[in-house]
């Protein structure tokens, strides 16, 4: 039985600087904001970021209730979700590594909310990141009460790091003045995208 209370303060203390950390550092969801920020603005980035966190939101939810255990419990259906997850990120990186400059190329708009939201069911990171979350910080008997503080936690701190990354994005735009340096930024980001797959199964 849930007995609705929340998480020790100290749960909450250890909580935060672990989200900052899986929130901030690169993944698909950064990296293609950070694509996004080069070639589009920070303004037109944001259906991106809400379908981001529209994504993490419910997947947070659903891994704290219940879903993240019957993942754990058959590998088959965790590794179904990872090879799925994959090649829907290799499929990004070759879209932006193949992008023109400014909205060229493979790349003609940014990624739109429902996309963004729907990249979110096969993300690999984001489902290891929520499994793993909910594992050490969802307490036996307090499953409600804890994914809803958890996800909270995460929502709120996942936007100033995606702000961050299509920050950095828009702010490299503004150096990256050619279509040339533009289209070798792409590259280098759908690398990067392949590099986090490999760095993910590796793991």
Same mark, same amino acid.
């Given at each position: 039985m849930d007995s609705g209370t929340f998480l020790p303060p100290a749960m909450i203390a250890a909580l935060i600087p672990f989200a900052i950390v899986i929130t901030v550092t690169p993944g698909p969801n950064n990296i293609m904001l950070a694509a996004s920020g080069v070639n589009f603005g920070l303004r037109r980035t944001l259906p991106q970021m809400a379908g981001i966190e529209l994504g993490v939101a419910l997947i947070a939810i659903a891994v704290g209730l219940g879903l993240g255990l019957v993942i754990s419990r058959f590998p088959a259906l965790r590794a179904g979700l990872q090879i799925l997850g994959g090649l829907s990120t290799l499929w990004l990186a070759w879209k932006i590594a193949s992008a023109g400059s400014l909205g060229g190329g493979?790349?003609?708009?940014?990624?739109?909310?429902? !996309? !963004?939201?729907?990249?979110?069911?096969? *993300?690999?990171?984001?489902?290891?990141?929520?499994?793993? #979350?909910?594992?050490?910080?969802?307490?036996?008997?307090?499953?409600? !009460?804890? #994914?809803?503080?958890?996800?909270?936690?995460?929502?709120?701190? *996942?936007?100033?790091?995606?702000?961050?990354?299509?920050?950095?994005?828009?702010?490299?735009?503004?150096?990256?003045? #050619?279509?040339?340096?533009?289209?070798?930024f792409n590259i280098a980001m759908g690398l990067l995208l392949v590099v986090s797959v490999l760095l993910i199964f590796r793991g």
């Open positions: 493979a790349l003609p708009h940014p990624m739109t909310f429902p !996309a !963004a939201f729907a990249f979110q069911w096969v *993300n690999p990171k984001l489902w290891t990141m929520a499994i793993t #979350t909910m594992a050490l910080y969802v307490r036996p008997g307090h499953a409600v !009460a804890d #994914t809803g503080l958890v996800t909270i936690i995460l929502l709120i701190i *996942n936007i100033p790091a995606m702000l961050v990354w299509a920050g950095f994005g828009m702010g490299m735009g503004g150096l990256l003045q #050619t279509p040339h340096r533009i289209r070798i």
